[in-house]
């Protein structure tokens, strides 16, 4: 697959120098709407009682097997408690993932006395679940985003800073790359399915892999942005920020820490057709692929490249 990084002039010469492509958080990109998802009332009604379950699985896991206590107001399902309840944490240590528990059912009356929360201060609370399980997705992973051509008006005033900058061609294999898709509505977001996971991993102590293929339903809110952004042709790569991929190097000072993701070799560079004759051969001398410098059309509104 050929994807291409545009660029300002600094962004460039740093790309070219270190071979590498920086990584963000989605809250820094400029679209308040990226990585986000839709989540519909039956979803959240499924989850919620999920996320109620989950709550009293960990206290009766806590007071029953982590400390191994005896059962005094709940004697009537202690042994049942005994029975499931480290059946079920090695499951999820196995899995990572966190099923509802039908053998805490009966339970449901009584978890507002054993958190000693209301009802309504429990709904209050997933929803700030279900706010924080997008605010994490969107702080859990780094992506770097590439285009389709090098040949786009917009993306070159957009990204290369008015044309003054570069585009930088890449060919990759890695399965990493994912095309993104465009629509006018958010994308379904498998709440229930993704708070299984979020539950299993905090209870393991570890954290997500994005890239593993079993979770690739998570990403749909990360690989989906709105229809005013087609012309974009995008390409992303998304890696988790806690267990990063060993072609991610950490670089910068400890409270600027930057993520370069290592690309492979340049394929060819394209100078805006605004660059300076300084920055233009400041690029030539940098690299060995190959150089054009892009020069508007005559006569339409289009841009070709020059080889140099």
Avoid at 64 to 85: G, I, N, P, Q, W
Avoid at 265 to 290: L, Q
């Amino acid at each position: 697959m050929i994807i291409y990084k545009y660029l300002d002039e600094k962004g460039g010469l740093a790309t070219i120098k270190n071979n590498s492509v920086l990584l963000n958080i989605p809250l820094k990109y400029n679209d308040p709407f990226d990585c986000e998802g839709n989540v519909s009332d039956e979803e959240s009604s499924r989850s919620f009682e999920l996320f109620l379950n989950y709550q009293l699985f960990k206290g009766m896991y806590d007071y029953f097997v982590r400390h191994d206590l005896k059962a005094k107001r709940f004697k009537s399902l202690a042994e049942t408690f005994k029975k499931y309840l480290p059946v079920a944490g090695s499951e999820i240590k196995k899995t990572k993932k966190y099923i509802l528990q039908a053998y805490l059912k009966p339970c449901r009356p009584l978890i507002c006395k054993h958190l000693g929360k209301t009802m309504p201060v429990l709904k209050k609370e997933f929803k700030q679940v279900m706010k924080d399980s997008f605010s994490k997705l969107r702080k859990r992973v780094v992506i770097s985003c590439f285009g389709s051509s090098f040949d786009s008006i917009l993306m070159w005033s957009h990204y290369a800073n008015m044309h003054k900058g570069v585009c930088i061609e890449f060919e990759i294999e890695d399965k990493d790359f994912k095309t993104v898709e465009y629509s006018k509505q958010m994308p379904d977001f498998r709440l229930h399915d993704t708070l299984e996971i979020l539950f299993g991993h905090e209870f393991v102590g570890e954290e997500i892999d994005f890239n593993n293929e079993e979770y690739d339903f998570m990403n749909k809110p990360l690989l989906t942005k709105s229809e005013d952004w087609i012309y974009e042709g995008e390409i992303r790569c998304v890696y988790s920020i806690k267990k990063l991929d060993p072609k991610i190097k950490k670089v910068g000072k400890k409270w600027k820490k930057k993520l370069l993701l290592e690309m492979p070799p340049i394929k060819a560079v394209y100078v805006g057709c605004n660059a300076t004759d300084a920055f233009t051969n400041k690029i030539k001398r940098m690299t060995d692929a190959p150089t054009y410098k892009m020069k508007k059309k005559d006569g339409e509104y289009g841009l070709t490249p020059e080889k140099i």
